[in-house]
């Protein structure tokens, strides 16, 4: 019987030591995932994992239209403008008729411009073109959504350029397609 005795009360501290363990092992580890999880969330609070801010800004056309600079700007009313500065690199000289932006990221943002003289734009040069981006003058909805103006959020716009070859007429016309992706400006 004193045995029996003897090896419980061996078996206790024993069983009792590897308990601590483990909780020390269980508390260790959960302090340091916690800091890990608390430390996530302030680098999702200030926009560290924010998609956009991994998105460059860009302004893709086919390269005998080049688009050498942008600029996407909105003011208080909504009404803004697309500004485009292209290069001719067809060739030939070229008459630029009218521009279209659309963008899915606001209901109905259709803009275009009909120019309202054909822009010649020599070849290897740059044309300054552009697109009014206000409701005021169209029946569409092509307004700037305000919480747009000023943030780091990037638009995406599909740019469509109708042009033709000095050498012809309208009834020639051609439709270039490209994209642009830029944030709004103030």
């Known amino acids: 019987m004193e045995f029996l005795m003897y090896q419980i009360k061996n078996l206790m501290p024993r069983n009792s030591r590897k308990g601590q363990a483990a909780m020390e092992f269980l508390m260790t580890y959960g302090w340091a995932i916690l800091v890990v999880i ?24 086919p390269v005998d239209l080049n688009c050498k600079d942008h600029r996407l ?33 606001f209901l109905g943002a259709n803009c275009s411009t009909n120019l309202t003289a054909e822009v010649l734009v020599k070849n290897g040069q740059t044309a300054d073109l552009t697109v009014n981006v206000s409701s005021a003058d169209r029946d569409i909805n092509c307004s700037i959504d305000e919480s747009y103006r000023g943030s780091a959020k990037k638009t995406k716009w599909d740019v469509y350029v109708e042009w033709y070859f000095s050498g012809s007429d309208s009834d020639y016309a051609h439709k270039t397609i490209g994209e642009l992706i830029a944030k709004i400006e103030p």
């Not at 969330?41 to 893709?60: H, K, M, Q, S, W």
């Open 38 to 61: 608390v430390v996530l969330g302030v680098l999702a609070t200030y926009g560290v994992f924010d998609v956009d801010t991994f998105i460059p800004e860009r302004c893709n056309l």
């Open 73 to 105: 700007s909105s003011d208080a009313s909504s009404n803004g403008e697309i500004k485009l500065l292209i290069e001719n690199g067809k060739g030939n000289d070229i008459y630029i008729m009218n521009i279209t932006a659309v963008s899915t990221d």
